[in-house]
């Protein structure tokens, strides 16, 4: 059996060829995925500006740690593809980083 790793994956991406409809309902709901709703979540956390040109999602994925980083992002930018398609929104290509919280080293001050 593998061992499981936690990933924190932020995807990127930029609104193309939005309805009228998606872009009403998404300035509508602007408020909501301001700066304060970053947050790292498996469903996903949805953040964007009043412009509509630019958006980022926050996932937490588990994933096999033999998979690495790399599959961990392509299951977020799926899921966040899913999302967008579920929504009506246009986006261009989707770009993510990810972080291994399991490897990740934390400098303690005063050590």
């Known amino acids: 059996m593998s ?3 936690t990933y924190r994956v ?3 991406g930029t609104w193309e060829s939005l309805t009228e409809e998606a872009r009403a309902r998404l300035l509508s709901e602007v ?3 301001g700066l304060s709703a ?3 979540t498996e469903e996903g956390s949805l953040t964007y500006d009043r412009v509509l040109k630019h958006f980022s999602f ?3 994925v588990v994933s096999d ?3 690495g980083e790399e599959m961990a992002s392509a299951i977020a930018e799926d899921r966040a593809e899913t999302l967008l398609r579920d929504q009506g ?3 261009g290509e989707l770009r993510s980083t990810a972080t291994d919280m399991d490897t990740m080293k934390i400098n303690y001050k005063g050590r």
């Open 38 to 40: 970053m947050q790292f």
């Open 89 to 91: 929104c246009g986006h």
């Open 58 to 60: 926050r996932f937490v």
């Open 10 to 12: 932020i995807v990127r």
């Open 31 to 33: 408020d909501e995925h």
């Open 65 to 67: 740690a033999e998979d």
């Open 3 to 5: 061992t499981q790793h």
